[in-house]
């Protein structure tokens, strides 16, 4: 049962020893007509809206003192977005729900904040260490847990996508199984049915959050080391 259960996040579909089903990652933009970029539309205008939107606040995060590259996180929050809601789809592979997806992101990004940081503003980063008002008994502490906090970023950015994705999914997929012992009772089926809908709106709301959320993150990160 607990084999079958998480068979859904194996990507065991390969095509010449290359996995096909991270072809999801990447398969978004057939989704996105031609005509979205050329002729105005209700959706064009609703997607520029979000964009702008994330762009102001984004920015507010960065700080006005650092270049604006907003742009870059917003991007990464379409990327996560369209990836947990083709996940919802039945068959088709949810990149989100594995930390090799999460933490390729997560990663490369903490790691460039660092080195910026620290080869560009190191007294800053030394200083960031030590909050400000920490009695001189406790520095060599604050040094400690303020380090180790910032190391375990990047797993803690990676793992929490992750979780929320496979939460979701497999309460789903236990439902769906439930539905085969309960045929033969067809209020229990029905009821069976609203509450997969239920979570299924659930889920579509754990998928925008879980976006912006991996987004304003990054972007707080980066303003601790772009801050001058």
């Not at 084999?3 to 089903?21: A, K």
């Not at 209700?42 to 995060?61: A, C, D, M, V």
């Not at 390729?104 to 030590?130: C, D, E, Y």
């Not at 809908?197 to 772009?226: K, N, P, R, W």
Request: hydrophobic share 55%.
């Amino acid at each position: 049962m607990m084999t079958n259960l998480f068979s859904v996040f194996d990507p065991s579909s390969s095509l010449f020893n290359w996995s096909i089903n991270w072809s999801s990652s990447y398969i978004f933009i057939l989704f996105i007509p031609l005509t979205f970029w050329f002729i105005p539309s209700r959706s064009s205008f609703f997607w520029n809206l979000i964009i702008t939107t994330l762009h102001k606040e984004f920015k507010i995060l960065i700080g006005s003192n650092s270049k604006s590259y907003t742009f870059l996180f917003i991007s990464l929050f379409s990327l996560i977005l369209f990836n947990n809601f083709l996940g919802l789809f039945p068959f088709i592979f949810t990149s989100p729900s594995h930390l090799t997806f999460t933490l390729s992101m997560a990663l490369p990004l903490w790691l460039s904040f660092m080195l910026f940081g620290w080869i560009n503003h190191s007294q800053h980063m030394f200083a960031h260490l030590v909050p400000q008002g920490t009695p001189s008994l406790l520095m060599p502490f604050m040094v400690c847990i303020e380090t180790i906090s910032n190391m375990i970023r990047p797993g803690t950015l990676a793992i929490r996508l992750t979780a929320n994705m496979i939460a979701g999914h497999l309460l789903l997929t236990l439902l769906g199984n439930t539905s085969q012992l309960i045929m033969n009772s067809f209020i229990m089926l029905q009821l069976l049915i609203i509450v997969q809908l239920m979570l299924l709106m659930l889920e579509s709301a754990v998928a925008i959050i879980q976006s912006y959320v991996f987004a304003v993150l990054s972007t707080l990160y980066s303003s601790e080391v772009t801050y001058v």
